[in-house]
Each structure stands twice: as C-alpha cells, then as structure tokens.
C-alpha cells in the first residue's frame, strides 16, 4: 500500500515557475515509476510527466516537454515536478500517481493517487 500527497499549490503568473512535491509513504516507494496527471475544469485527466524506480528514465507529454522537469529521490520518497516557463493553458489540478506496471502514461495503470494540488497561471 503507498499513500500519496502533493503539496505545492500556487497561483502563478504567465512565464513563471512552480515546484510541485508529492510524498509517498511505504517502504517499497522505490520499486514504483511515479507519474503526474493533471485535469483542467470540464476536460480529462492527462498525463504530464512519468519517471522510472530509480529516476534513471523520464518521459514526457508533449504540451510539457523542455519546460517541465520530473525527478525523484527515493531517500526521502518524493517525487517532484518542476514547471517552467508556465503557460495559462497549464492550469489544472495536478495528481501525483504510483504504478508497479512500468512507465505507463493511462491513468488506469496507476495504482495509487494524491487528492491534487492546484495550479493556477494567470495571463
């Protein structure tokens, strides 16, 4: 069982930079790739960013990719998202996520969520 929780809400203005944490809970937090979704007001949960158990492995959805930063340190069982370069069009809630089946980007392979931390980019 792992338990996760995001921190880092913000209200930020267009062009700026935000730093989620999400902190698992659980002795086995390193034998999971962790991902982040995020879903805007009347869309879908989408996937944002995945990384690998030992951080070695990262991928990208491509409205993110070379602006948003996915990494993890299993020392302190936190995963982080550094957003860069932020756009209004990036304002969601955002979901941490644990998943045992490898580096998936569906939301059914995640096995275990965060309650979401909002983020707001103001034009």
């Known amino acids: 069982q792992v338990q996760v929780v995001e921190s880092g809400v913000g209200l930020v203005q267009a062009g700026g930079s935000l730093r989620l944490s999400c902190v698992a809970s659980?002795?086995?937090?390193?034998?999971?790739?962790m991902g982040w979704f995020r879903q805007a007001p009347g869309k879908e949960r989408e996937f944002v960013a995945v990384i690998n158990w030992s951080g070695g492995n990262t991928y990208y959805a491509d409205p993110v990719k070379g602006r948003f930063t996915i990494s993890r340190d299993n020392d302190k069982n936190t995963v982080y998202l550094q957003m860069n370069r932020l756009k209004p069009e990036d304002t969601a809630v955002y979901y941490c996520?644990?998943?045992?089946?490898?580096?998936?980007?569906?939301?059914?392979?995640?096995?275990?969520w965060g309650q979401g931390t909002q983020v707001t980019v103001s034009s």
């Open positions: 659980g002795r086995t937090f390193s034998s999971y790739a």
């Open positions: 996520a644990a998943t045992a089946q490898g580096m998936g980007v569906a939301t059914s392979l995640y096995d275990y």
